[in-house]
């Protein structure tokens, strides 16, 4: 169902475009010119130089909303680095497989990270504390680490990333090679904050004249490296430039029923969508009765029926509620935590919930404002019978019948009874048929349902 609607503007400003975090200013001048030509909206900050600069960007952006942002944006640190790797030559360009916090002793036990979003080509940087830019401290790190490249910031950023739930990772091109040494003096020019020390400068060139060639050279080589992590930066940016989309899927799930997770799966996959959200149920208002399974029972049996549909989160909030839960609440907070828009946003329904839509609470702003409904026939309606009372119920409401007709996804009609999954371990019958195994395990091991 893409539809536009009225308040499509105003929620469309919500939507938070790439966020690029670089190390200093001279990085960010490059990398946000060379990414600006190619016409790709997104957003740059300089946070400085180290680990302590990650956290204090963190901090003093808050009020701004930089480092404040929701869940699933897109979030890249980019730089240069050191290569650890003899073979990576200047102007190498790898994002992150793996981040290792290697501390000031480039061996002190640090958590690892596995960044979501990497390009091609891929290798482990070691993240440290103090500069690491001689050869034979680069060797050290290399032997005892394993990684490619070296880098001060990544472990830092790593960690922030992974508690906002950012959609993140880390480039890097190689400014000096394995065995090249950058001497101190050059490491002193730039000052925490990511700028260029004037007075410095000034006072080491005039001191030492030879030094203009060095840091020529080296400037020379630093653009060029540039240069080339702006097209990786670009190739990356220009696929995460269209909107995650989000498949929501609500339930009691008392217990899942095995084709739960297979619905789920095909539903997103064919709707396009890359993030999915599967909400268990506390109280609902349109269901009569309780709950046979406790809240505890059922938020596990789900995250263990949807563990393998990609990109699947278990979100709780709805059983976190007092009271009744209503789906309209649910979908403003998502929509406002992820700075969505209706058409980035899913919600899957099935034939009996479609049929009695009108009496959810809001449900006019749910379907026009907030999600794209898609609707999953169950017997004994066909899809196509389905289709045929959707448009005639709506049409009667004054709404688009024939929008609501097209919600329809064009699956088999297929039973998702719960009641008869409950009815067979009463009577001690087999349910490996329509359940998971490991479902079927959790209840034989609690005794649900018994």
């Known amino acids: 169902m893409n539809f536009q ?22 990085e960010l001048r490059a990398i946000k010119s060379g990414v600006e030509k190619c ?7 300089c946070i400085g130089v180290g680990p302590g600069a990650v956290w204090r960007w963190a901090e003093s952006r808050k009020s701004m909303g930089a480092a404040n942002s929701p869940p699933a944006r897109t979030v890249i640190l980019a730089g240069l680095a050191g290569a650890l790797d003899p073979t990576f030559t200047v102007a190498t360009v790898r994002s992150a497989e793996m981040i290792i916090g290697a501390g000031a002793d480039f061996c002190r036990p640090s958590p690892s990270y596995s960044p979501p979003l990497r390009s091609k080509h891929t290798t482990v940087i070691a993240s440290v504390d103090n500069v690491c830019a001689d050869q034979v401290s680069k060797k050290i790190l290399r032997d005892q680490s394993g990684a490619g490249m070296v880098d001060m910031e990544s472990a830092a950023f790593a960690s922030l990333a992974t508690k906002r739930g950012w959609n993140w990772g880390v480039f890097r091109a190689v400014s000096d090679d394995s065995a090249t040494d950058i001497p101190p003096w050059i490491a002193s020019l730039v000052r925490v904050d990511g700028s260029l020390d004037v007075i410095s400068l000034a006072t080491s060139v005039l001191a030492h004249p030879s030094r203009i060639a060095r840091l020529t050279a080296i400037g020379a080589s630093a653009r060029h490296a540039l240069r080339e992590l702006c097209l990786d930066l670009t190739a990356i940016l220009s696929k995460c430039d269209r909107p995650q989309r989000t498949l929501i ?33 506390g109280q609902s208002p349109l269901r009569e009765g309780n709950a046979s399974a406790s809240i505890e029972h059922r938020l596990a049996m789900a995250t263990l029926a949807f563990s393998e549909v990609p990109g699947v989160v278990i979100d709780p909030r709805e059983m976190n509620r007092s009271g009744e839960s209503f789906t309209v609440d649910t979908l403003r907070e998502i929509a406002r935590e992820s700075g969505a828009i209706s058409q980035d946003l899913v919600l899957l329904i099935g034939a009996d919930q479609a049929l009695q839509f009108d009496r959810w609470k809001e449900w006019r702003e749910i379907d026009h404002a907030l999600a794209t409904i898609a609707i999953v026939p169950r017997p004994p309606l066909s899809a196509r019978q389905l289709a045929a009372q959707l448009d005639e119920k709506f049409s009667r409401l004054g709404e688009d019948g024939e929008r609501w007709e097209k919600a329809v996804l064009p699956f088999e009609s297929v039973d998702l009874s719960a009641t008869e999954i409950r009815s067979r371990l009463r009577s001690g019958q087999n349910i490996g048929d329509l359940v998971s195994p490991a479902v079927e395990a959790w209840i034989r091991q609690y005794g649900l349902y018994a």
Do not use: K, W, Y
């Open 5 to 26: 609607n009225p308040t499509s503007e105003q929620n469309r400003e919500r939507r938070f475009p790439p966020l690029i975090l670089v190390p200093t200013r001279f």
């Open 39 to 45: 016409g790709i909206p997104a957003d740059f900050e």
């Open 249 to 281: 899927f609500g339930g009691t799930f008392d217990p899942p029923h095995r084709r739960h997770a297979q619905m789920v799966a095909q539903a997103a996959n064919f709707l396009g969508c890359n993030r999915v959200i599967i909400l268990p149920a």
